[in-house]
């Protein structure tokens, strides 16, 4: 997980990690994904079944966290740690 987590970082250092549904799917359907990395507890089941077609469509190699705030810290995600983010 350690290097899972530096990849994370320095891809975002680099501009080169899309987050979020949206721009993971865009991403990936203009084949210029190389990684996608889901968070195993994912409340949306349409969300993951979504990502893991579209990553099997286009060979895109899917990797599970365990936990969603975890992957979101590690993604440069800062608006994980308020409750109610989208209210």
Known sequence: MTALQLVLRKSLAYGGLARGLHESAKIIEKHAAQLCVLAEDCD?????????????????????????KTLGEWAG??????PNHFT
Not at 48 to 59: Q, T, Y
Not at 77 to 82: E, G, K, M
Request: proline share 6%.
């Open 44 to 68: 949306q089941p349409d969300y993951v079944k979504l990502v893991k077609a579209l990553c099997a469509e286009h060979n895109v190699s899917l990797l599970t966290v365990p936990s969603a």
């Open 77 to 82: 995600v800062s608006a994980l740690d308020t």
